[in-house]
């Protein structure tokens, strides 16, 4: 069974930066690929960036492009979000999430979810 726990969230103020930290356990890299989304309150989930298995090829949403970054740690064992330049409209719960297919996970067939780690900019 795949497990994933986020952490990093919070406050942050505009043009700051957070960088959020998933961690999986139960989970082999090569096998799966895994991705970061967002809900804000009132809007539907959106993904902001997928990791495909193996850690060669990462995909942003148009949204994020050039101030979020996604990498994976040397163990293949933690996936980072490192989000420079916010914007209040980055404000949103943000979920990890794992599957063994990139365009149907990016597409929103989640086999795995974490349980989200809320980021604030104001």
């Known amino acids: 069974e795949v497990q994933l726990v986020e952490s990093g969230g919070g406050p942050a103020q505009p043009g700051g930066s957070l960088t959020l930290s998933c961690t999986a356990s139960?989970?082999?890299?090569?096998?799966?690929?895994i991705a970061w989304f967002r809900q804000a309150p009132g809007k539907e989930r959106e993904g902001v960036a997928v990791?495909?298995?193996?850690?060669?090829?990462?995909d942003y949403a148009e949204s994020v492009k050039g101030r979020f970054t996604m990498s994976l740690d040397n163990a293949k064992t933690t996936v980072y979000l490192q989000m420079n330049t916010l914007k209040p409209e980055d404000t949103a719960m943000y979920y990890c999430?794992?599957?063994?297919?990139?365009?149907?996970?990016?597409?929103?067939?989640?086999?795995?979810w974490g349980q989200g780690t809320q980021v604030t900019v104001s």
């Open positions: 139960g989970y082999t890299n090569s096998r799966y690929c």
């Open positions: 990791l495909y298995a193996g850690g060669g090829r990462v």
């Open positions: 999430a794992a599957g063994s297919s990139c365009p149907r996970l990016w597409a929103g067939y989640v086999t795995y």
